[in-house]
């Protein structure tokens, strides 16, 4: 069912797309954060955070419309859930973002800029979803690719933790773990929002 509104307001797919697209860029940043120069990071952060403010407000906007329309596009717990969810992976990425910062960490290893390009690639991914979302039956191969990806960080986090072992410099290790641990849970957080669109897609007629 699409949503009958006034021309003016927007549909509840366009303010899932508008999420969608701060959350591609919310992933962008947070790759340039990984790859940047300390010296480079404060602005790059700062730009994220951005980022982060704006989703929320339209976050905030589908909330509120839920309770002035008879029509969302599917159950309004449903809206909920997956505005919920699309927040969230900006949430942790932002958040991973600012453990670089505090830590005040040199350049990082390679290996976490390799779990950067997943993260992309699923923000990729979500945007195109969101762009179809009020037909989640047709989306499969959106949250079996998302599942795969996942599979794919949770192997490079596994062995940069197990590397992590290996470093003299435990307090170094311990900061570089909270990062990994970071990207982990941003990964994890695109992997629940699929899962999200996957419970509409069974459950919408």
Do not use: K
């Not at 958040?95 to 505090?102: G, L, W």
Request: a negative charge.
């Amino acid at each position: 069912m699409r949503l009958r509104l006034t021309p003016r307001e927007p549909s509840f797919a366009a303010l899932f797309v508008d999420v969608a697209d701060q959350v591609h860029r919310g992933a962008l940043l947070l790759a340039e954060v990984l790859a940047s120069a300390p010296e480079e990071r404060e602005a790059v952060v700062q730009a994220l955070q951005e980022v982060e403010r704006a989703a929320d407000d339209r976050v905030h906007l589908v909330s509120r419309r839920l309770t002035s329309t008879f029509s969302p596009p599917f159950a309004r717990r449903d809206v909920h859930a997956l505005a919920q969810a699309l927040d969230s992976c900006l949430d942790e990425m932002t958040a991973t973002a600012q453990v670089v910062r505090v830590h005040r960490l040199g350049a990082l290893p390679p290996a976490f800029l390799d779990v950067a390009p997943v993260l992309v690639r699923l923000a990729e991914l979500t945007h195109r979803a969101m762009a179809g979302v009020d037909a989640a039956d047709r989306l499969a191969e959106y949250w079996v690719e998302v599942n795969r990806l996942d599979n794919r960080a949770d192997a490079l986090l596994l062995q940069l933790r197990a590397d992590l072992l290996d470093d003299p410099d435990l307090r170094r290790a311990l900061r570089l773990r909270d990062v990994a641990d970071g990207l982990h849970r941003s990964v994890g957080a695109f992997e629940r929002l699929a899962h999200v669109v996957e419970v509409i897609a069974l459950v919408e007629p």
